[in-house]
C-alpha cells in the first residue's frame, strides 16, 4: 500500500538533545513537508521541499534543519536550539508544490522533551 | 493567520447529518474551500473540495454559497468514527500552503 510512514510513533529525549524524526513515502511525491501541532492548535509549516536536494524554511523553522537526498525520505531534526520541541510532528507529500488536490499525511512523532 | 472561522465545537446523533459551518468572507476568486480532519493523535486526511459548485464524494457534500463568502460540510448519515476535528481551509491552486486554523470538534453521539 502506498502511503507515508513515520517513525517511532512516540520519542523522549533529554533536553539540550538534537533528535531527528523520519519520513519516508512511496507515493513518488516530489514535494514533502514538515508540519508541528501543539495542543488544541492547528497545524504550522515548518519546511517543506519541492524536490530532491531542495527545501525551504516554513513559518516557523527555527530550531529546526532537513535534508532532502532521496525523493522517498525528508528527515527533520530537532535541534536544542528549538526552545519549545515537545509537540505533535507531523509530516506530509504532495505530488507537486502547486496543483495538488491534496496533500497525504503520515500519521505523526509525538516528540517529549524531558 | 487562517482566513476561514468555524465554531470551536459542534455535536450530532449518530445517524444524522452533520452540518459543519465555515465562514471565508475575504476568499479570493481563484481560491478554494478545502475540508480536511483530523481524527485524534492522526494526520489530517483530505474530505472534499471546491470552488463555485456544489459538490459531492462519497465521504460528504460541500455547500459554497452564491457569494462564496460561507460554505457548509455535510456529513449525511455521521457515524461514531466520524468524531474528529474538521478544518475549513481556503487555498489557490497554485499555492503550496495549507493554513490549518483550530478547526471544529465534531463530536458524534451514539
Known amino acids: 500500500d502506498g502511503g507515508i510512514t513515520q517513525s517511532p510513533k512516540y520519542l523522549f529525549r533529554k533536553e539540550g538533545q538534537n533528535v531527528t524524526l523520519s519520513c519516508e513515502q512511496n507515493l513518488n511525491h516530489d514535494a514533502m513537508y514538515w508540519y508541528r501541532q501543539d495542543p488544541g492548535q492547528g497545524l504550522r509549516l515548518i519546511y517543506y521541499s519541492q524536490i530532491v536536494n531542495d527545501f525551504q524554511k516554513g513559518d516557523i523553522a527555527e530550531g529546526y534543519s532537513v535534508s532532502r537526498e532521496k525523493k522517498e525520505s525528508f528527515p527533520l531534526t530537532v535541534t536544542s536550539a528549538q526552545k519549545n520541541p515537545t509537540a505533535f510532528y507531523l509530516c506530509a507529500s504532495s505530488i507537486a508544490l502547486e496543483g495538488f488536490r491534496e496533500q497525504f499525511f503520515g500519521p505523526g512523532t509525538r516528540l517529549t522533551v524531558l | 493567520d487562517a482566513k476561514t472561522t468555524q465554531p470551536p465545537s459542534m455535536d450530532c446523533a449518530e445517524g444524522r447529518a452533520a452540518n459543519l459551518p465555515c465562514n471565508h468572507s475575504?476568499?479570493?476568486?481563484?481560491?478554494?474551500v478545502y475540508w480536511y480532519r483530523q481524527i485524534h493523535s492522526q494526520g489530517p486526511q483530505y474530505i472534499i473540495h471546491?470552488?463555485?459548485n456544489n459538490e459531492t464524494n462519497e465521504m460528504a457534500s460541500l455547500i459554497i454559497t452564491e457569494d462564496r463568502k460561507s460554505s457548509t460540510l455535510i456529513l449525511p448519515h455521521a457515524t461514531l468514527r466520524d468524531t474528529a476535528v474538521y478544518y475549513c481551509i481556503v487555498r489557490m491552486d497554485s499555492s503550496y500552503k495549507l493554513i490549518f486554523g483550530s478547526g471544529t470538534r465534531l463530536l458524534v453521539r451514539p
Open positions: 475575504t476568499i479570493s476568486g481563484n481560491e478554494y
Open positions: 471546491g470552488l463555485k
